[in-house]
Protein backbone atom coordinates (compact mmCIF):
# COMPACT_ATOMS: atom_id res chain seq x y z
CA UNK A 1 0.00 0.00 0.00
CA UNK A 2 0.77 3.32 -0.76
CA UNK A 3 -0.50 6.70 1.62
CA UNK A 4 -0.57 10.11 0.32
CA UNK A 5 -0.92 13.30 2.42
CA UNK A 6 -1.27 16.20 0.50
CA UNK A 7 -0.49 20.09 2.01
CA UNK A 8 -0.21 23.44 0.92
CA UNK A 9 -3.72 24.43 -0.39
CA UNK A 10 -5.25 27.72 1.00
CA UNK A 11 -6.87 30.97 -0.65
CA UNK A 12 -4.80 33.14 -2.49
CA UNK A 13 -5.39 36.33 -4.76
CA UNK A 14 -6.01 35.87 -8.81
CA UNK A 15 -2.01 35.96 -10.01
CA UNK A 16 -0.64 34.85 -6.75
CA UNK A 17 1.16 31.70 -6.42
CA UNK A 18 0.78 28.46 -4.37
CA UNK A 19 2.63 25.04 -3.77
CA UNK A 20 1.16 22.21 -3.19
CA UNK A 21 3.10 19.06 -1.62
CA UNK A 22 2.08 15.45 -1.55
CA UNK A 23 4.34 13.44 0.61
CA UNK A 24 4.46 9.21 -0.10
CA UNK A 25 4.87 6.76 2.63
CA UNK A 26 4.75 2.67 2.42
CA UNK A 27 5.06 0.99 -0.32
CA UNK A 28 6.75 3.73 -2.39
CA UNK A 29 8.96 2.18 -4.82
CA UNK A 30 6.12 0.04 -6.14
CA UNK A 31 4.84 3.09 -7.98
CA UNK A 32 5.88 4.61 -11.00
CA UNK A 33 5.24 8.07 -11.04
CA UNK A 34 3.08 10.60 -9.36
CA UNK A 35 0.06 13.22 -10.39
CA UNK A 36 -2.00 15.81 -9.82
CA UNK A 37 -5.93 15.88 -10.41
CA UNK A 38 -8.29 18.53 -9.39
CA UNK A 39 -11.97 18.79 -9.23
CA UNK A 40 -13.66 21.89 -8.88
CA UNK A 41 -17.65 21.91 -7.68
CA UNK A 42 -19.96 20.39 -10.08
CA UNK A 43 -17.35 19.43 -12.45
CA UNK A 44 -15.30 15.80 -13.22
CA UNK A 45 -12.21 15.12 -11.50
CA UNK A 46 -9.36 16.44 -14.40
CA UNK A 47 -5.73 15.82 -14.58
CA UNK A 48 -3.43 18.23 -13.93
CA UNK A 49 0.43 17.18 -14.39
CA UNK A 50 2.42 14.31 -13.42
CA UNK A 51 6.10 12.87 -13.01
CA UNK A 52 7.90 10.27 -13.11
CA UNK A 53 10.02 8.73 -10.33
CA UNK A 54 13.01 7.78 -12.04
CA UNK A 55 14.23 10.12 -14.50
CA UNK A 56 11.54 12.63 -14.05
CA UNK A 57 9.25 12.61 -17.07
CA UNK A 58 6.54 15.26 -17.28
CA UNK A 59 2.96 15.86 -18.29
CA UNK A 60 0.82 18.82 -18.25
CA UNK A 61 -2.60 19.85 -19.07
CA UNK A 62 -2.89 22.45 -21.66
CA UNK A 63 -5.18 24.82 -19.34
CA UNK A 64 -1.77 24.81 -16.55
CA UNK A 65 1.15 24.34 -19.54
CA UNK A 66 3.66 27.45 -18.51
CA UNK A 67 2.25 28.56 -15.27
CA UNK A 68 2.22 25.35 -12.79
CA UNK A 69 5.29 22.95 -12.79
CA UNK A 70 5.72 19.63 -11.18
CA UNK A 71 8.49 18.40 -9.50
CA UNK A 72 9.79 15.72 -7.14
CA UNK A 73 12.30 14.64 -4.29
CA UNK A 74 12.62 11.03 -4.33
CA UNK A 75 14.65 11.69 -1.03
CA UNK A 76 11.64 12.90 0.90
CA UNK A 77 9.35 11.10 -1.52
CA UNK A 78 7.64 14.53 -2.02
CA UNK A 79 6.04 15.87 -5.35
CA UNK A 80 5.25 19.35 -5.24
CA UNK A 81 2.94 21.56 -7.36
CA UNK A 82 4.26 25.20 -7.62
CA UNK A 83 1.68 26.66 -9.10
CA UNK A 84 1.66 30.75 -10.46
CA UNK A 85 0.14 32.99 -11.94
CA UNK A 86 -3.42 31.61 -10.52
CA UNK A 87 -6.54 31.61 -12.34
CA UNK A 88 -9.89 31.84 -10.73
CA UNK A 89 -10.75 28.64 -12.82
CA UNK A 90 -8.04 26.81 -10.84
CA UNK A 91 -10.26 26.67 -7.89
CA UNK A 92 -10.53 23.17 -6.56
CA UNK A 93 -9.52 20.67 -4.10
CA UNK A 94 -6.21 18.96 -6.00
CA UNK A 95 -5.62 15.29 -5.42
CA UNK A 96 -2.36 14.15 -5.43
CA UNK A 97 -2.12 10.13 -6.93
CA UNK A 98 0.08 7.55 -8.06
CA UNK A 99 0.25 4.53 -10.32
CA UNK A 100 1.51 1.28 -9.88
CA UNK A 101 4.41 -0.12 -11.86
CA UNK A 102 2.16 -3.32 -12.12
CA UNK A 103 -0.61 -1.51 -13.33
CA UNK A 104 -0.15 1.21 -15.29
CA UNK A 105 -4.13 1.53 -16.53
CA UNK A 106 -4.56 3.58 -14.03
CA UNK A 107 -3.93 5.72 -10.74
CA UNK A 108 -5.11 3.37 -7.85
CA UNK A 109 -3.23 5.19 -4.78
CA UNK A 110 -4.85 8.70 -3.73
CA UNK A 111 -4.45 11.19 -1.39
CA UNK A 112 -7.15 13.53 0.51
CA UNK A 113 -7.40 16.44 -1.31
CA UNK A 114 -6.39 19.99 -0.29
CA UNK A 115 -8.58 22.87 -1.39
CA UNK A 116 -7.35 25.77 -3.56
CA UNK A 117 -9.51 28.67 -3.88
CA UNK A 118 -8.44 31.84 -5.95
CA UNK A 119 -10.14 35.16 -5.53
CA UNK A 120 -10.99 37.48 -8.40
Known amino acids: QVQLVESGGGLVQAGGSLRLSCAASGRTSSTYDMAWFRQAPGKEREFVAR????????TYADSVKGRFTISRDNAKETVYLQMNSLKPEDTAVYYCAARSLFNLARYNYWGQGTQVTVSS
Open 51 to 58: ITWSVGDT
